[in-house]
């Protein structure tokens, strides 16, 4: 628009100064207008993440998760200094939707069979490796093992440092060097219970004492501390395991989990196996157990 025609041709019906004021005012008036209505644009576009083309993670507030994202993970820990330590295969069972993760560790010495080839756990991993390991745990349990985590010691006192630490009932064998009574656990020091291969009771108590810490630690630690930033402690870990989590597994899966820990106060089950010892102590699963097992786990839905 000219505004100097404008004022002239005001100018021939009135006198200059009784428009200038009046139309000066409007014009501020119309321009804070417009500023603060793009303003207010912006903002609703910053929250509300309309159509910017960037892709937002939704958050576990407006979450509901349903039965495609329970998830079934076997971690496989290898703690090995010396011959005699223990690897430990350990089920998690996540259901996000009901709040429940349960946690089932399995004797090494489970029986199973890989390829017409009848041995434990334990020499399936030593001898063949994680993939196969993990094929035998899913043989022995008659279920889909969906994604395995792989670590040593090291890398897994970093992943129960996340959680905090668990009171828990000292076990006789460490009294003399701990004391008697409940005690504050570290990483080290559930590492230290998990590997020890000495109970009275042989790999069964060893199998109830590490589930029922790992249970333990899960309740008891601060769940919305360890979701907080929860992606970048994905990825600071993953370079000390071995996990066929892939990027598009994890960013799929993780608002679930988010929510679980977020949701749950204490979501944790020990599931202790149910089975018989055949000759040279070879665990095998209760049929009867299995198949409540699946119940349990929802896999049946």
């Given amino acids: 628009m000219d505004l100097k025609k404008l004022f002239k041709r005001k100018r021939k019906r009135r006198k200059s100064g009784s428009i200038a ?3 000066m005012v409007t014009f501020l008036i119309s321009l804070v207008g417009i500023g603060g209505f793009t303003v207010y644009m912006l903002d609703y576009v910053r929250n509300n993440t309309l159509d910017t083309g960037e892709y937002d993670t939704p958050t ?6 349903d039965s495609d994202d329970n998830m079934t993970m076997l971690l496989i820990i ?3 200094t010396a011959a005699t330590e223990p690897y430990n295969f350990i089920v998690f069972r996540f259901l996000p939707k009901d709040e429940k993760v349960y946690i089932m560790p399995i004797p090494e010495n489970t029986l199973s ?6 041995d434990t756990l334990s020499s399936f991993y030593l001898n063949a490796g994680v993939v196969t390991a993990e094929q035998a745990v899913e043989n022995a349990l008659g279920f889909k093992i969906d994604r395995y985590l792989h670590c040593n010691a090291a890398s897994f006192e970093k992943i129960t440092e996340l959680f905090g630490n668990v009171n828990f009932l000292v ?4 009294e003399s060097s701990i004391g008697r009574g ?3 656990f570290s990483g080290k020091d559930i590492s230290d219970i998990m590997f020890f291969s000495y109970y009275p009771g042989g790999e069964k108590e060893r199998i109830i004492k590490a589930g029922t810490i790992l249970t333990g630690l899960f309740n008891q630690s601060s769940k919305a501390k360890v979701s907080e930033n929860f992606e970048d402690k994905y990825v600071n870990l993953k370079e000390d395991v071995d996990t066929d989590i892939d990027s598009t597994y994890f960013y799929g899966q ?18 202790n196996p149910d089975g018989t010892y055949a000759m040279e102590s070879q665990f095998i699963f209760n049929p009867d157990f299995l198949t409540k097992l699946k119940d349990k786990f929802k896999l049946n839905e």
């Fill in 21 to 23: 004021i009046p139309f």
């Fill in 60 to 65: 576990a507030e407006a979450f509901v998760p």
């Fill in 78 to 80: 290898d703690p090995r």
């Fill in 113 to 118: 069979n890989v390829s017409n080839q009848r």
């Fill in 171 to 174: 076990p006789q064998e460490f």
């Fill in 182 to 184: 409940e005690y504050l």
């Fill in 254 to 271: 993780v608002i679930a989990v988010k929510y679980l820990l977020e949701h749950a106060s204490s979501p944790a089950e020990f599931v």
